[in-house]
Every structure is written in C-alpha cells, then in structure tokens.
Nanobody, 124 residues
C-alpha cells in the first residue's frame, strides 16, 4: 500500500521560510511523479511543484524563485523548501505521487496517491 506522510507545516510570518517533508513507502522509490500541491480555503487544488518523468523540476509561476523541490533517495523523501513566504501561500500542502489534477479539492482527486496534508499559515 502506497503511503505518503507529510510534515513541516507551521505558522510563520511573511518573509519567513519553511521546509516540508514527505516520506513515502509502499512502492519502489523514484522521485519521478512525486510532487507538492496545495489548496487554500475556497480554492481548488493546485500544483506547487513536481518532478517530471525525466526527473526535472516543474514549478507553478507563483512560487518560481522562492520554492525548491528536492529529494533524498536514501530516505524515500521529497522536500519542499519554501522561502520568502507570502500570506497568499497559506494553504494545506499535500504530497502526491502520479497525480493528475481534475479540479476540485486535493483529497477528492481521482488519480494518484495523496498524503493527508500539512498546514502552512503565513501571516502579514
């Protein structure tokens, strides 16, 4: 059974930094297809960053230059380093594998494997 467990969410002030972690189990580890998504109150699930099938990193325009996705293959873990946080980054952040967004909430997505999320709150 695929399991994804996120950690690292917290409340921070604008301009601060956080690092989210997602540890995976239940499949042969490969960072390809691993990614971070988020859902703010009243909004649908959106991509933050993910590793493409070729292993390159993809970022949403809103986080380019501020967020960095990385992995530790020895620990089956993917990270999201978030710098220069803004109030609009406030959301529940989810780790997912092989996700294909189809609108709606992150936890109601039909495709992919999803963690339960970790909350990030950024105050101004």
């Amino acid at each position: 059974e695929v399991q994804l467990v996120e950690s690292g969410g917290d409340s921070v002030q604008a301009g601060g930094s956080l690092r989210l972690s997602c540890t995976a189990s239940g499949f042969t580890w490969n960072e390809s297809g691993m990614g971070w998504y988020r859902q703010a109150p009243g909004h649908t699930c959106e991509l933050v960053s993910r590793f493409s099938s070729g292993g390159s990193a993809v970022y949403a325009d809103s986080v380019k230059g501020r967020f960095t996705i990385s992995q530790d293959n020895a620990k089956n873990t993917v990270y999201l380093q978030m710098n220069s946080l803004k109030p609009e980054d406030t959301a529940m952040y989810y780790c997912a594998k092989d996700a294909e967004l189809d609108g709606g909430s992150c936890l109601s997505q039909e495709f992919g494997y999803w963690g339960q999320g970790t909350l990030v709150k950024v105050s101004s």
